[in-house]
């Protein structure tokens, strides 16, 4: 960070206090999460921590000494292997309670987890693991011969641990290895809070994803607000279907469970059919979902007699665009109530949400009344605020960028000057998110978000850059010019689509261009309609006017598109 220019620098520092308390004078009693850690396990002993449900069924319960130990064993592993305080080591894997062990591992240690979504393409994780500078990556078994394809890109990855099944007979297996260690560890250097715990890289404008580097403190202190908020105690369980690749996944349901001292049901994936039965037999209190799963829960036609859900409470939603409509809908359907939130990587997971001791009539309130699904009230670790393009604090109900700052807020981008000279220009984090806030009559503000500045595609709450899918528009054959619009979906919130001027005389169809892009993008990020037209509405500069585009695609804003579907058209 003192590389930085010393007036970014104090920019950077500004936008990390709260109410002029700066991370110098932290929040929380811990010197790092492995002090977290070892006191609950002290505490809590055998009681179950993290119980894991693989996609077979198959269910793995680990109490909070067990849990323990296995992060233990598997520092000793990563000391051994090298790994020290401020390295940085990948995880490629889907929900598994082996990349939770490995992420406090690394945790305990000062070591730096950058987690990586296999769903993202190789060229993606290349440029990943180059920029962060990975020295060890655990890779699970079907997706290692991508890993070692891509190995001889990226100088600084020295080591590959498989995970799973052993696939490699010539490098070292996760499980046999930490088999051999000791539960014993000794530590020649104690991580501080402001040492790094993760690089979590998300989408940006640029089209090559940003570095959110994420403190010790961060964690911690998102943690202890979101569990004072949500009122957890050590007698409940939350549970995951979010991907753990995500501060979602991440924070509110693996840090913040140890942080309350309760347990965590992690699911691999998320299956409609299995989500209130495991809700259900695991007497979870809380999950964290985004809108598209809401879409998916109202769509499976469940019989709800069959769960026993009088332990339930309510259900956090956030990370993508939630519509008064399906609010209503899923809390009518349901009778669950949503505790809508937003928040970024880049202040750790969530800033704010609405409060859960509303009365039935507020919280309907604050769901409807205007127009958008509130997003709530600041935590307590950090302050939001309307600025206008000048860094200018607006007025109540006044639309402009939604701003933040506080305890929870990154340390910077990393290796990323520009980025962090724009996104801190006035002293606060600008989110690149429209919004506005109204006053209640204890005059706290609740916050709305009606949109982005910025112009990411947020699909199924996954933040996805148009700039990357539309070079691939660009280099079609018979392409004259083409560029990606996300547009609003009821299933994922917004949807990609493309909108595309054919070169003169050239006749192109939809499934062309879908098929196209399917050979250079994921299905997520592949267009799913095309619209063609004569003229791409652009500004007095030239730069493509996205938005104009947008209404091109209402009439697809209800269907659900399956990748089976598309890929055999």
């Not at 962060?132 to 891509?150: G, H, N, P, Y």
């Not at 790094?196 to 640029?206: C, D, F, K, P, R």
């Not at 943690?223 to 924070?251: K, Y």
């Not at 505790?339 to 919280?363: A, D, K, R, V």
Request: charged share 25%; net charge neutral.
């Amino acid at each position: 960070m003192s590389d930085l220019p010393s007036a970014l620098l104090d920019k950077i520092r500004n936008a990390q206090t709260v109410n002029d308390i700066p991370t110098s004078e932290p929040m929380v009693p811990y010197r790092n999460i492995g002090a977290l850690l070892h006191e609950q396990t002290d505490k809590y002993e055998i009681k179950p921590f993290l119980i894991f449900y693989s996609d077979e069924g198959y269910r793995k319960e680990y109490s909070y000494r067990e849990f323990y130990e296995e992060v233990c064993k598997t520092a000793n592993f990563l000391q051994r292997a090298g790994i020290a305080l401020g390295d940085r080591i990948a995880t490629v894997s889907y929900n598994h309670s082996d990349t939770v062990i490995q992420y406090f591992a690394a945790f305990l240690l000062g070591a730096v987890v950058v987690p990586i979504n296999a769903g993202e393409d190789d060229g993606r994780i290349a440029y990943i693991l180059q920029n962060s500078e990975t020295k060890l990556a655990f890779v699970r078994d079907q997706f290692l011969e991508r890993i070692k394809i891509i190995n001889h890109k990226v100088p600084t990855l020295r080591t590959i641990v498989q995970t799973g099944k052993v696939v490699d007979p010539s490098l070292l297996h996760f499980a046999s290895e930490i088999d051999k260690q000791s539960t014993r560890l000794k530590l020649t250097k104690q991580p501080k809070l402001s040492d790094e715990a993760l690089i979590v890289y998300t989408s940006g404008t640029t089209g090559l994803p940003k570095g959110v580097v994420l403190m010790q403190y961060n964690l911690l202190v998102d943690a202890m607000a979101i569990a004072e908020w949500h009122r957890l105690s050590d007698d409940q369980r939350m549970m995951c279907v979010l991907p753990i690749h995500h501060v979602n996944g991440t924070i509110v349901t693996l840090m913040t469970p140890l942080y309350a001292g309760c347990g965590v049901v992690l699911n691999q994936k998320f299956h409609a059919d299995k989500f209130f039965e495991r809700i259900s037999i695991e007497k979870a209190t809380i999950v964290s979902v985004v809108p598209t799963l809401l879409q998916f829960l109202l769509h499976a036609k469940l019989n709800m007699e069959a769960y026993k859900l009088a332990h339930f409470r309510h259900i956090i939603c956030g990370a993508g665009p939630l519509t008064v409509e399906l609010a209503m809908k899923f809390e009518q359907e349901f009778k669950i109530p949503i505790i809508h939130g937003y928040g970024l990587s880049e202040t750790t997971c969530y800033s704010c949400f609405l409060p859960i001791n509303l009365s039935h009539e507020e919280h309907r309130y604050w769901m409807s009344k205007f127009g958008y699904p509130s997003i709530g009230v600041p935590l307590p670790v950090n302050e939001m605020a309307i600025h206008d393009e000048k860094g200018n604090e607006l007025a109540e109900g006044e639309k402009g960028e939604i701003v933040i700052r506080g305890h929870n807020m990154m340390k910077y981008y990393f290796q990323n000057e520009d980025a962090n000279e724009k996104t801190f220009a006035f002293n606060w984090f600008r989110s690149g998110d429209e919004g506005f806030f109204r006053y209640d009559e204890q005059s706290r503000k609740f916050f709305f978000i009606t949109g982005r500045i910025k112009e990411l595609i947020i699909r199924g709450g996954v933040n996805i850059s148009p700039f990357e899918i539309d070079e691939v528009l660009m280099n079609m054959p018979g392409v004259h010019a083409g560029i990606a619009v996300g547009f609003e979906n009821d299933w994922y919130g917004e949807e990609v689509g493309a909108y595309v001027k054919p070169k003169d005389g050239i006749l192109l169809k939809q499934e062309q261009v879908i098929a196209y892009c399917r050979k250079h993008l994921p299905f997520s990020k592949s267009p799913k309609v095309v619209v063609f037209g004569n003229d791409i509405p652009v500004t007095s500069t030239g730069k493509y006017q996205r938005n104009r585009c947008k209404s091109l695609f209402a009439k697809w804003r209800t269907e659900q598109f399956s990748q089976k579907r598309q890929d055999i058209n």
